[in-house]
């Protein structure tokens, strides 16, 4: 619940303040249980509302996968890698008037850009393991990109990969991806599994598809949500970069930003 979340927050930004890490996604979980539900109608309703461009149904036996996501991971075409992580977010405006005011206000949040830049070193860092010498660059930084839902900042960061280099060396460099743990990653990641209450299972994973040739586009499995058919559960994640710099209540809201596409989605 919100006070709970945000007595988690602070303590979050307790660390930071000691330098223990300089930012963390924070998640939390979303449950429901359903009599009824139809996920190819969800689906379909989640991709109109959203217009993701990371978009990802899939079933699984019992478990059935509705993704939204705005996010890619990686992608590979021949010899050069592209990450574009997401950091930064912004509602839209009802109006095209106060759109236009809310985008340029996240442009200019040097909060929102720092949680960014933050990220955007840390996925320079993991491509520089694979990637040829003096070919790693930030070719978009803290770009505006807008869906149905929110704005959002997106950077994009590529490189030539050395020769041979395959795809679980690839992985193994760059996952889990550093716009779902944040900096550094290792200590994050150990902070994410003290804070967080649940498992986060399929979320902040990857799904994506790998052709013949070996080029491959994989997204971040956020703005998801998860149906257990047998035990007739919803469940999904959601959260945001924790910096020192944060408002804890503004955290919140901004969680249940995002939960807002999905819940509008159910059918």
Do not use: W
């Amino acid at each position: 619940d919100r006070h709970e979340y945000i007595k988690n927050v602070k303590s979050i930004k307790e660390n930071i303040q000691h330098g223990n890490i300089y930012e963390m996604n924070y998640c939390v979980d979303f449950v429901g249980t359903f009599k009824s539900f139809n996920a190819k109608t969800t689906y379909q309703s989640l991709a109109n509302n959203t217009n993701a461009p990371f978009s990802a149904y899939l079933q699984l036996n019992d478990t059935i996968i509705l993704s939204g996501s705005p996010e890619r991971y990686i992608k590979r075409l021949a010899d050069t890698l592209i990450s574009q992580p997401i950091k930064g977010t912004a509602k839209r405006g009802a109006t095209v008037k106060e759109d236009v005011l809310i985008k340029n206000e996240l442009e200019q949040n040097v909060k929102e850009i720092a949680e960014n830049v933050m990220i955007v070193d840390l996925v320079r860092n993991d491509l520089s393991k694979i990637a040829q010498k003096n070919t790693v660059e930030v070719t978009e930084l803290c770009k505006t990109y807008s869906f149905k839902t929110v704005h959002q900042l997106i950077s994009t960061i590529t490189c030539k990969l050395k020769d041979k280099v395959i795809l679980p060396e690839i992985l193994q460099a760059s996952f889990p991806m550093g716009s779902m743990t944040g900096a550094p990653k290792v200590s994050a990641m150990q902070y994410i599994d003290a804070f967080e209450n649940f498992n986060r299972g399929i979320y902040s994973g990857t799904i994506g598809y790998i052709d013949p040739n070996g080029n491959f586009d994989l997204n971040v499995v956020i703005r998801t949500l998860t149906a257990n058919m047998k035990e007739k559960t919803l469940q999904c994640g959601v959260g945001g970069a924790i910096t020192i710099k944060s408002d804890p209540e503004k955290e919140y809201d901004e969680c249940l930003l995002k939960l807002n596409a999905i819940q509008n989605a159910l059918c």
